[in-house]
């Protein structure tokens, strides 16, 4: 069952670089009580990804705090020291934005977000999609048509959407 909008998002682990290298990190510990944008993409380095998606949230980052969003998160079924180089490469890690990786595509799966390309090397990965959430509840939630487009889940498309 895909996620949508009124749901309580699903616990899993998430795993980011800390001080020490990497930490597991609970959807639950990162949402409980705050407001957040997490959005997802389909591989980290991948084309859309890079050029589009994350820039977008650089973009956009002053305008969603400006809006009360305490926090955002790019999820990637990626291990987090992909997720960690590729936000110093992107410019997110600079602007503060966090990169976590799902490498299990746990998350992802409980979410119903998950797809599979195998033409393009792609197995168990995560749908384009950008939401808010509010205390671990699910406020707003674009998902893309396509993985290769990044319109509805944008920055400014989920900005318009709040």
Do not use: Q
Request: hydrophobic residues 40%; charged residues 25%.
């Amino acid at each position: 069952m895909t996620i949508s909008v009124g749901d309580k998002l699903p616990d899993a682990m998430l795993v980011r670089l800390g001080a020490d290298g990497p930490e597991g990190v609970s959807v639950s510990t990162l949402t409980e009580g705050r407001t957040m944008v997490i959005f997802a993409v389909t591989g980290a380095y991948t084309g859309t990804c890079t050029t589009a998606h994350v820039p977008s949230f650089i973009r956009t980052k002053d305008t969603f705090k400006e809006r009360g969003v305490e926090e955002i998160i790019c999820v990637s079924v990626n291990d987090p020291f992909v997720m960690g180089a590729w936000g110093e490469m992107t410019g997110a890690t600079e602007a503060g934005i966090t990169m976590v990786g799902d490498p299990e595509s746990a998350f992802t799966k409980a979410m119903g977000m998950e797809f599979s390309a195998p033409p393009a090397g792609l197995i168990d990965r995560s749908k384009r999609y950008a939401m808010l959430v509010i205390d671990g509840e699910v406020k707003v939630l674009n998902e893309e048509e396509n993985p290769g487009l990044c319109e509805v889940s944008a920055g400014e498309g989920l900005l318009e959407d709040m």
